[in-house]
């Protein structure tokens, strides 16, 4: 059998879709190197720009301080050149700042590619102990992981613009009425003024903590840079702190870094783990352990709420669409783990999940 009948028999469309995925990465990746270099000139630019703009305002004040001295023709020549040089810095200000939004955007993009790469590859290891498909079967299944992957990123996409919506988008609007009252207060009335720009400062404080808050749900930044642990002591607290609840966060065994599959999957059980101890419990306390051991993890949720009937709601999950278990679930079998949940009506919820911890 040549290479070719071998390509044909052989057709895996998780191994295709990754690497169309990782081809768009590289190219972004690339791009951002681009424009990494490009901010750094324009860095090296205002630099030399602002100083020579200091050099013309130190010349225009010693002019201004000396005009008898100085003829209309060079006064003129230099506040031509005053001029030049704020525009040629304006100007070069424009195009950093949108160098820096630019960069900001290819990020984003990056991460979100990287992540639907993780997808794929937890797909394809979920689907790795069958036996290759044929071609005709292949492309069904391309397709059909497709529309999943499509799918998932769609909710995604729905899930996040449903909290802009709700959060950030409506602070931001609420600003700029705020805004536009504090412009009419100027000249009616300043004293009024003084205790609507303390609001406006408030509101403005609000939208931050908001945008904040989105952003560690998508991502937190301090799991990548610090890990698991420390962002979950943060994330506890303030969890919390947020729904006036008694929380504690016990770690058992010598704390260290993860891979960073594990450490993200892990968060987001707890996480989910936690939102339904707020949506559903009316729990007082919360309580989160790790178990760290030298080849494996096990992290138990805990809470003292109304509990329910484990067998009567598994059964009907998907009737119910009840995502928050079975993306508990699905999460913990695409890194091979268990995930277990003890509850009785009256007695409080237990979730406990257990994983492997490959040696790097």
Do not use: C, W
């Not at 972004?28 to 205002?46: D, G, N, P, Y």
């Not at 993780?118 to 290891?125: A, V």
């Amino acid at each position: 059998m040549n290479a070719t009948a071998v390509a044909d028999e052989v057709f895996d469309p998780f191994v295709l879709l990754h690497q169309s995925v990782m081809t768009r990465l590289q190219m972004l990746e690339a791009e951002v190197e681009r424009t990494e270099q490009k901010a750094h000139e324009l860095e090296r630019s205002l630099e030399a720009l602002k100083e020579h703009s200091e050099e013309i305002e130190v010349t225009e004040k010693h002019i201004l301080n000396n005009l008898k001295h100085f003829s209309a023709d060079e006064i003129q020549t230099v506040y031509h050149d005053i001029v030049n040089a704020q525009l040629k810095l304006e100007r070069a200000q424009d195009q950093y700042e949108a160098l820096v939004t630019r960069q900001a955007e290819l990020k984003d993009q990056g991460q979100f590619l990287r992540s639907t790469s993780q997808i794929l590859l937890d797909l394809q290891r979920m689907h790795g102990e069958e036996s290759p498909p044929s071609r005709a079967d292949g492309e069904a299944q391309f397709r059909d992981a497709s529309r999943q992957v499509f799918q998932i990123i769609e909710e995604e996409r729905m899930r996040i613009a449903r909290d802009m919506h709700d959060g950030p988008a409506q602070s931001m609007a609420n600003l700029v009425l705020q805004a536009e009252i504090l412009e009419r207060l100027l000249d009616r009335n300043p004293k009024q003024l003084v205790a609507e720009l303390a609001e406006f400062k408030n509101s403005v404080r609000n939208a931050l903590e908001e945008t904040r808050q989105l952003i560690f749900d998508l991502r937190p930044m301090t799991l990548d840079d610090l890990g698991l642990i420390p962002t979950l002591r943060k994330y506890i607290k303030e969890y919390g702190d947020r729904y006036g609840l008694t929380t504690r966060f016990n770690v058992v065994g010598q704390e260290r870094r993860m891979p960073t599959n594990l450490e993200g999957v892990l968060f987001r059980i707890i996480q989910e783990a936690l939102t339904n101890v707020h949506k559903h419990a009316r729990a007082k306390t919360a309580e989160v352990t790790m178990n760290l051991q030298p080849g494996r993890v096990t992290v138990v949720i805990k809470d003292d709420g109304q509990g329910f009937d484990v067998a009567k709601t598994e059964a009907n999950l998907h009737k119910n669409k009840n995502l928050g278990l079975l993306s508990m679930r699905e999460r913990a079998e695409l890194e091979k783990g268990t995930l277990e949940i003890r509850s009785q009506p009256g007695r409080g919820t237990e979730v406990k999940v257990e994983m492997r911890i490959d040696k790097k």
